[in-house]
């Protein structure tokens, strides 16, 4: 830690996925924030260059963000029982990104994501509420809509615990979530914001890539700002060709909202509308690749 730091001691530490408590790392201060203890890693997370973290209570709580290679091997032990510490990426073998999810629908064989065990998969998301286990990786709830018999209260029951959830799922659509703004911003405040008190960190409707949904979004933080509520994160949806064009509408986004926003987009595909002009396996490939990169 950068300024003070609980006497060291020798014990093992317990660690708890990527995180354990009364640990720390020695130096490599990156940057140093206010904030409470279970905001620290996702904080981490959106930071650029931040690999681990600790936060301690020093000067009301603070989280402070570290850089460099590091392992959870590193971390040591300290007499001080509050303090946190713990990686977004583990040097040791069978490393997962902390960026790297996957989309698996409920109706797919449950027992099927055990295939990326041991993979890169950091977390996982299935349009619902209901759990999708894949070994070591967060699962992230999500409340489709509030129409077509989609539950609000059923929802925060469920999500109660999840570390992150997601919103509606392209409300600006007449087939998908099919809310307005001014809708959705009232039920964001009723169903989704609540979890912000129980550390959840809250990820926007997901828009899909038009400029319908850009101007929804746009509307709907508009919105939800005047009754008081906030997103952390934008969830965003493309499908199209070339990586310039993927990356290019990423930036969009995130310019006409504010830049103020991380982003996590939750679908994505190499595709084509146009049947006379389909994509080849090779471009899909090519594209995964170098997306995947970024």
């Known amino acids: 830690m950068g300024v003070l730091s609980a006497r060291i001691v020798k ?19 990156l940057s140093n924030v206010r904030i409470a203890p279970n905001l620290c890693g996702p904080k981490c997370v959106d930071t650029p260059g931040c690999t681990h973290f600790t936060w301690s209570q020093w000067n009301g709580g603070t989280c402070w963000m570290k850089k460099g290679p590091i392992s959870k091997s590193n ?3 300290t007499t001080d029982q509050t303090m946190v510490c713990g990686v977004v990426t583990d040097g040791g073998s069978g490393s997962r990104s902390n960026k790297r999810g996957i989309a698996w629908p409920l109706e797919n ?6 295939i990326f065990t041991g ?8 349009w619902s509420p209901w759990r999708t286990d894949i ?3 967060e699962f ?14 059923q929802f925060l029951t469920l999500a ?4 992150s959830v997601l919103g509606f799922n392209e409300p600006e659509r007449g087939e998908q979530a099919n809310m307005s703004p001014v809708d959705a ?6 169903y989704i914001e609540p979890l912000r008190a129980q550390g959840a960190r809250l990820g926007s409707p997901a828009i899909a890539s038009t400029d319908q949904g850009l101007n929804w979004i746009k509307q709907f933080l508009n919105e939800l700002n005047k009754i008081g509520g906030r997103i952390d994160f934008l969830a965003l949806h493309w499908y199209g060709r070339g990586v310039d064009n993927f990356i290019n509408w990423i930036t969009r986004v995130r310019q006409e909202t504010g830049n103020q926003y991380s982003v996590w987009v939750t679908e994505f595909a190499c595709t084509s509308w146009n049947s006379n002009q389909p994509v080849s396996q090779q471009e899909v490939n090519d594209f995964m690749r170098q997306s995947i990169a970024r």
């Open 11 to 29: 014990r093992d530490i317990n660690w708890n996925g990527n995180w354990a408590m009364a640990c720390d790392f020695n130096d490599n201060d």
């Open 109 to 114: 064989k449950q027992d099927s994501p055990n």
């Open 160 to 163: 109660k615990g999840a570390k």
């Open 119 to 126: 993979g890169k998969i950091s977390w996982v998301y299935n």
């Open 135 to 137: 070994a070591g990786a």
């Open 140 to 153: 992230v709830p999500m409340l489709w809509s509030t129409n077509r018999g989609h539950d609000g209260n």
């Open 185 to 190: 911003a009232y039920a964001w405040k009723q």
């Open 75 to 77: 971390a040591f032990s």
